[in-house]
């Protein structure tokens, strides 16, 4: 039987590239090829062929009727149409019973709730080719929606200025836009802390250039009118 891997697949090979070529220093394309011969090809050039992307023709977007004939997207946590007791698992690439999405660390540390929320984004930014050869209900039960929605609500309100602002540098080509990048990127950074002093303590870990960084952030922060 042929191989063929679904989009939702392929999309996971190229997190997985992503997180391999960070944890080794490799390039991305170097990753990519080393997912694809863990897979039997001896390239990702090889592996992709064998996609649904691939091969789809370009199509205009579909009526409602076509829509209904299209194969169904799923997000992380959403419900089997199948089967109702079962919930799709973006990262097993399963459906899975309700008490597994029960345990918030159960995939390298990143919670369902904000598994859910990452897949939203995706879906969200998928281009007209790929809305002409998938379809998601608009009412779609999903199982997280309601608990994800709370939790970045409290998320967002628990971020100190500070946060929010340094955020908003992430384009900057400077020291300061390399440390709001990194602290996007950390999961655990402390987003409530409200004085340098908190900060410092947390990123000295890092070395004196981070500290530096933080100093000139800082610095620039307060000049800007802001304060903790």
């Not at 384009?171 to 987003?191: I, S, Y």
């Not at 000295?204 to 620039?220: A, F, M, N, P, T």
Request: hydrophobic letters at 35%.
């Amino acid at each position: 039987m042929a191989i063929h891997f679904s989009s939702a697949q392929i999309s996971r090979f190229k997190r997985q590239a992503k997180k391999l070529a960070d944890q080794l220093t490799l390039t991305h394309s170097e990753a990519l090829d080393r997912i694809a011969r863990e897979h039997g090809f001896t390239n990702w050039s090889l592996l992709s062929k064998h996609g649904e992307t691939s091969t789809t023709p370009r199509a205009a977007k579909p009526t409602p009727s076509q829509t209904a004939l299209l194969p169904r997207y799923y997000l992380h946590g959403d419900q089997d149409e199948g089967d109702a007791t079962l919930y799709y698992c973006a990262r097993c690439d399963i459906f899975r019973e309700p008490s597994h999405f029960d345990d918030q660390r159960v995939h390298s540390g990143e919670s369902h709730e904000m598994r859910y929320l990452a897949s939203v984004e995706r879906w969200s930014e998928r281009g007209a080719r790929s809305r002409a050869t998938w379809c998601r209900p608009e009412d779609a039960l999903n199982l997280l929606a309601a608990r994800a929605v709370a939790m970045n609500a409290a998320y967002q309100q628990s971020r100190s200025p500070f946060h929010r602002w340094l955020l908003d540098q992430v384009d900057r080509d400077d020291q300061v836009g390399d440390l709001a990048v990194d602290v996007r990127a950390d999961r655990n950074f402390p987003v409530t802390a409200k004085t340098e002093l908190e900060l410092q303590l947390y990123l000295s870990k890092y070395g004196d250039h981070v500290i530096e960084s933080l100093r000139i952030s800082w610095r620039e922060f307060l000049a800007k009118g802001h304060s903790d």
